[in-house]
């Protein structure tokens, strides 16, 4: 197999075994069943695409995480702007492998995500994240970032 394919099947792997991880501190997370589909797509896209990257840290032979990273430019005219006009660098998926967690993995990835939009003009990023996963809550603020919506739910 192509070494690409090796890589978005382990990385879908890693996005799936954490969404389901975040499934377990938020009930109201449904994961479709085609989920793994489009992960593998949006992986797929994101190798593909020109303002788009995968970034993956490898040991042991193996895949132990990855950052998806897309540019968005949004503009005056783009109704779904959840921001000012400009361009934003979005974190789209981020997902480390349990037995490595802890270990500088994610800081890693994040500083060649940080490097990466850098080299294309990016400074301003955002992501969207599990509040109720104490260790997702604690990484992305110890990098800096901050809450600037809540999702409110009513069952």
Excluded: C
Aim: proline share 5%.
């Amino acid at each position: 197999p192509r070494i690409a394919d090796v890589i978005r099947q382990a990385a879908t792997r890693l996005g799936m075994d954490s969404m389901y991880l975040h499934q377990t501190f938020e009930p109201t997370f449904d994961i479709a069943r085609s989920e793994p589909h489009k992960m593998r797509q949006g992986l797929e896209s994101a190798l593909r695409e020109r303002d788009s990257t995968l970034l993956v840290a490898e040991a042991q032979g193996r895949v132990i995480g990855f950052f998806s990273l897309y540019i968005q430019k949004m503009d005056d005219d783009d109704r779904r702007a959840l921001f000012a006009p400009g361009v934003y660098g979005l974190i789209a998926e981020a997902a480390v492998a349990a037995d490595w967690r802890g270990q500088g993995v994610g800081r890693r990835l994040f500083r060649a995500a940080h490097q990466w939009f850098a080299l294309h003009g990016v400074s301003t990023l955002w992501l969207i994240y599990t509040p109720a996963n104490p260790q997702s809550s604690r990484f992305w603020k110890m990098l800096g970032f901050e809450p600037v919506w809540e999702v409110l739910y009513r069952g």
